[in-house]
């Protein structure tokens, strides 16, 4: 399956509504490319709902073996403001890609 940018979707919606108004030959095409929008709008939708998934304090232990200090103090907050960075740079990437 071949991956496909949303701006390269709204082109081809842009595009289909263009020729469905520019000609009477194809009048069903107007009503595709309204359908593709909504389907749009709901995929844009569903991607900003992700949830962010953070790590337990089980999982970080499993990380750090015996090298930390337990999840006390440093270690949970190094792991939270890594945790934040990568949140950010998601949440950047998404936006725009939307």
């Known amino acids: 399956m071949r991956k496909v940018s949303i701006h390269t979707v709204e082109g081809d919606i842009g595009l289909a509504r263009s020729v469905a108004n520019g000609t009477t030959k194809f009048p069903f095409l107007g009503h595709c490319a309204d359908q593709m929008a909504k389907m749009l709008e709901e995929i844009k939708e569903a991607r900003n709902k992700k949830e962010w998934q953070y790590l337990t304090d089980d ?20 792991f939270d403001k890594i945790e934040a960075k990568i949140r950010e740079k998601n949440e950047r990437e998404s936006k725009e890609n939307n």
């Open 59 to 78: 999982e970080i232990k499993e990380i750090v073996g015996s090298y930390g200090d337990g999840i006390g103090g440093y270690t949970r907050e190094l």
